[in-house]
């Protein structure tokens, strides 16, 4: 332990920390920008690059000798002495944000980070009152190369955010720092667009930039157009995740579960059914599940790779293509729903599948390039025409004038929208294989799971790479979980080595699984956040009467009246999928 001051302030603080971890100690608030420090998601950024936190350094003997350091990656010493409130750090600090918006557009008005911009509320808590210095701007067009991610390089503020969480969390590799000085922006190799870069949309770029360099692909405006289009029959659905984290962006706790208020919100902007992507969830469970078995039972490939997550599907389709013949072959399940959508409810409820239009909410961005992949769009009929986030989500129901704090509870549309706790699980890490495994294990044991025993403790919890066992009957299985791309290499590498011993392997490319999701809410950098949706989406799970996919009996009579047997020769054809190097 050492001792040092801030502020007059006596602390006794840990060897090795710096300042601006003892300046929580102090209850003193430093500002940072380029700065993170996410424990629970591995994700630290520490360049140091925006000199937003300089601190003022006091030396006893001769004031003349203080210096100005940034606090971010300045180790306290004993005896150690700090000003945060003189006129020069105070001046320092705000200097760094006039210079930064000196080259930034002027467009807060219009910018999709208007007030979620951490640049906009930094200049807004140092007081800065004008732009001081304007001249020559960076005048970069935007990319909009992909169905996902807008980038704006005039946006940039070279944090290098996005390159850590690319290349460190993720180890995609797509970003890095391109040109210099005043031209200086992050993005992929010799700046070629997005869409021809490896980029897997995962969207954790985006969910780090705090200025709008990054963002999604808005497709709002394609959602309102189809719903004043009365010629069309427009139905919604909502992943997992969207309900444990919707709220955020009304000002509820992280982790308040409103997926009554959603459902009446949908309802009133006007969607002609409000359905739940997990009734697409449980399917996949019985396709899955069944898969799994077939696979185990006849000595097939394996471990089986869970397939739901696109940014994870791309990931190896792009890095580990020897390996394609090991993930599921299940489409995901929003996409399973759009297809059930455009046959089966199309054909119950006497509608031409050509008028349908179905609306995705997801956490996800790379569910909207997904959505746009040629083998699922080859025959429109059977697939999603629009996928929005829960930040889009949440805009529109803004737009909309509706009062989402105020709203009544509604329930989901039925039959597509009956579900239960397994498919609730699947905005977690860790939710579909255990969802997999309620099932799996009622399959081959017979045997029921009553009561709290759904539960595996061990596939539970946020940490990024998981290693469990579960015994199933006479069987030993063992399971490997990955959250994050970087913890998902590591898996893959082993099956590569041979080294693999899982029998199942589930993969989300997020840190977290969905509830951290590119599309999600901005955590601003405070990782509590996702910890409580976390367990929120476990907090609802035993709210659920219904706990095990293979019990839903809506999805029961959709296979009775329309698909006949789970992986059987209809359900192959509609529900699965193929990979492409
Ligand atoms: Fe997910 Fe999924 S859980 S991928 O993890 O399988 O996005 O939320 O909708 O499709 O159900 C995301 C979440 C989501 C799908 C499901
Ligand atoms: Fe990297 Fe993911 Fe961003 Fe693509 S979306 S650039 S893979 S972090």
Redesign the pocket.
Known sequence: KIKIKINDQELTVPEGITILEASHEAGVKIPTLCHLDLHDLQLYNKTASCRVCMVELVDSQDKSRNKLVPSCVTKAYDGMAVRTDTIRAITARRMAVELLLSNHPNECFTCPKNLECELQSLAEELNVREIRWEGERMNYPKDVSSDAIVKDANKCIYCRRCETACNVIQTCGILSGIGRGFEAFVGPAFNIPMVESSCTYCGQCVQVCPTAALTEMYHTDKVWEALSDPDKHVVVQT????RVALGELFGMEAGTIVTGKMVTALKRMGFDAVFD??F??DL?IMEEASEFIYRLENNKTLPMLTS???AWVKFIEHQFPELLEIPSTCK??????GTIAKTYYAEKNNLDPDNIVVV?I???IA?KAEAARPELTKDKRNNVDIVITTRELGAMIKEAGIEFDHLPDSEFDRPLGETTGA?VI??TTG??AEAAVRTAYEWITGEKLKGEDVVFKQLRGATGLKKATVEIGDKEINIGIASGLGNARTLLEEIREGKSKYEIIEI?ACPG???G?G?QPYHHGNDEIVRKRQEAIYREDKNKKLRKSHENLEVLKLYEEYLGKPFGEKAHKLLHTHYEE
């Open positions: 992943a997992p995740a969207i992507t997990d697409g969830a996949t739901c997550c696109p995901s399940p929003h996409i399973m729903f995705s997801m956490p996800c569910k498919s699947f905005g939710g579909v989300m699984g969905c509830i999701g599309g």
